[in-house]
């Protein structure tokens, strides 16, 4: 499959403190990228997305950042809550013709109280 | 408004027989996408619909195949299932056709005995 993740990557976060997370992409020709964030038994809930022509993009505490020279997303997360604990995943949409995303290994995010 | 919604919840299987999976997409959609999570594995996409036709596929063997209804609900039938089947089988649905976001519904936790 396209998708591989033989090992879950974790961050560990204080409440309150500011979140990273990072997801390199594979296909220079994507042009359209989404953050996703998947509780234990739920199906992936959507956070935020940004264009290829965009490098950066804001929402509700949430901002991802596109670096598209070095086919690199990140999604930050202010003041992080327990309730943000789950698995990130990015994906990225390579074409609207197949319309198909792929997606990455995903990270748990960890909030200690 | 309702989410995409998925049936059933669960579904337990023997190795050999046929399980049908079903989704509701969001009011309005058109578009539908089968994804298979296998523990490990993360999220690979399996079919893609769209007005009744199957418009992608992924790299799924043919025993894995579905269709769309006039309602634009779906259906993912597998056939003489492996016990590699078991996985959580997610159902996303977006409006259009091409870069549109995709949304998500729970999932059906298909487990092969």
């Known amino acids: 499959g396209e998708s591989v993740g033989l090992h879950l990557p974790t961050l560990s976060v204080q409440e309150g403190d500011n979140s990273i997370i990072n997801c390199a992409y594979s296909?220079?020709?994507?042009?359209?990228f989404i953050w996703y964030k998947q509780e234990s038994g739920k199906g992936p809930q959507f956070i935020i997305d940004?264009?290829?022509?965009?490098d950066k993009r804001q929402g509700q505490r949430v901002t991802v950042l596109l670096n598209k020279t070095v086919k690199h997303l990140s999604l930050q997360i202010a003041a992080t809550q327990p309730g943000d604990s789950a698995v990130y995943f990015c994906?990225?949409?390579?074409?609207?013709?197949?319309?198909?995303?792929?997606f990455g290994t995903g990270t748990l995010l960890a909030v200690q109280p | 408004e309702a989410g995409v919604t998925q049936s059933p919840t669960h579904l337990i299987k023997t190795r050999g027989q046929q399980a049908t999976l079903r989704c509701s997409p969001i009011?309005?959609?058109?578009?539908v996408y089968w994804y298979q999570q296998a523990l490990g594995l993360g999220l690979q996409f399996l079919l893609w619909?769209?007005?009744?036709?199957?418009?992608n596929r992924g790299n799924f063997p043919p025993r894995f195949s579905g269709r769309q209804f006039p309602n634009y609900s779906s259906e993912l039938n597998v056939n003489a299932l492996e016990l590699e089947d078991s996985a959580l089988y997610l159902c996303?649905?977006?409006?259009?056709?091409?870069?549109?976001?995709?949304?998500f519904g729970p999932g059906t936790r298909l487990t092969v005995l």
């Open positions: 996303a649905s977006s409006l259009h056709r091409g870069t549109d976001t995709q949304y």
């Open positions: 940004i264009r290829s022509n965009m």
């Open positions: 619909y769209d007005e009744g036709e199957e418009r």
């Open positions: 994906a990225e949409n390579i074409d609207g013709a197949t319309n198909k995303l792929i």
């Open positions: 296909n220079s020709a994507s042009d359209y």
């Open positions: 009011s309005g959609h058109t578009s």
